[in-house]
């Protein structure tokens, strides 16, 4: 059983920055895919960006040069810088984790959520 934890949402003014961080406690992070999801209101949940077991990154084209997600297999923690943030960035945040075993099923966790704010 795999429990994720997210910090770093809260309020910004357009152009400012946030951290949110993912801590995931049980499993075997090394191994994980990890990544971030957001929903806005009456939307669905996207995905913004998720990074490798090996540290390879990918990301919306929303969101490409603006955030930047890592991973620190130490902390069991996955990291989501947002840069220069946009109102329509608004969202719940959340994190995600997702392996797949040696039968070839595939197992996902999610996170609770962090609400990000955009707006003056």
């Known amino acids: 059983q795999v429990q994720l934890v997210e910090s770093g949402g809260g309020l910004v003014q357009p152009g400012g920055s946030l951290r949110l961080s993912c801590t995931a406690s049980g499993g075997s992070f090394s191994i994980y895919v990890m990544g971030w999801y957001r929903q806005a209101p009456g939307k669905q949940r996207e995905l913004v960006a998720a990074?490798?077991?090996?540290?390879?990154?990918n990301y919306s084209e929303s969101v490409e040069g603006r955030f930047t997600i890592s991973r620190d297999n130490a902390k069991n923690t996955v990291y989501l810088q947002m840069n220069n943030l946009k109102p329509e960035d608004t969202a719940v945040y959340f994190c995600?984790?997702?392996?797949?075993?040696?039968?070839?099923?595939?197992?996902?966790?999610w996170g609770q959520g962090t609400q990000v704010t955009v707006s003056s």
């Open positions: 995600n984790a997702r392996f797949t075993d040696w039968r070839w099923r595939d197992y996902t966790y």
């Open positions: 990074i490798t077991s090996t540290a390879i990154p």
